[in-house]
């Protein structure tokens, strides 16, 4: 049985497999000749909110021919803590896969499982960042990718892990309390810097990323995050540091003139939308692997 849930995890040959997917179906949309989720349905398990995730499974799962049940946590008895483990006995009795939206990385073995995001790993939006990338640029093999802010949440972490897997550069710059450990950066193998400086990060990067500075469970230190990672923002001045073709990007949800100045963001809009749509073309790719494969 097959998961997505970390890049940690995921082969080389496997992200290989599904970017090369994702392009083929998203040239082939809406004329795809298999549909690999026929007769199948599919649960979609959320703890947190979720605009871009939600509907480009919704719609995936329904392009490929399947059928997607929306479940809001607090909806059903994982809610009013039934254990995870027995939701998902009942789920593998009844659906083909889950996709969950969670805290911690949860053990849902018992069904194909794909990570929506947790606290740890948001493994669909970063393959979907690389996508992107190589649509745009080529390989990102040998390019660097410079990250601005919270280094130390689930998008900066699923980075660290695709950095030694597809043998690119990552310069995260973040304050000292917003650091990933250097336990984890050893772990990954990957060419990795982090400095508190964000233009040593900027210096030469192909692509400057951002991410929000108060993720989803973090809203009760909203205040000192402000503060802490202001200096962190990335706009024209961090861009005239990068090579002159760099990419910017944003995951989404955006906070204007937070991790990203206002007039940046719209002269970006192109690419951080593309980025946006391509989560549909990507999440079709990794359902197809975790169904065919
Ligand atoms: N980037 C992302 O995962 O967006 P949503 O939280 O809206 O799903
Ligand atoms: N780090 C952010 C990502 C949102 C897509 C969060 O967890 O809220």
Redesign the pocket.
Known sequence: MKHLLSIEHLAKEDIEHILKRAGTLKKERGNHSKLPLRDQTWAMIFSK??????VSFEVGVHELGGKLLFLNANDIQLGRGEPIKDTARVLGRMVHGAIIRTYAQSDYSQIPTINA?TDWE?PC?ILTDIFTFQEKRGPIHGKKVAFFGDGACNVPISWIFASAKLDFELAISAPPDFQPSIELIQRSKGNITVTENPDEAAANSDLLYTDVWVSMGKEKEAVERLEKLKGFQINSGTKALAAPDALVMH???AYRDKEIAESFFEEHADTIFDQAEN?LHVQKAILEWIVCR
Not at 49 to 54: G, K, L
């Open positions: 909110s979720s605009t871009r995730t939600r995001l948001h939006q995951c989404l949800p989560r």
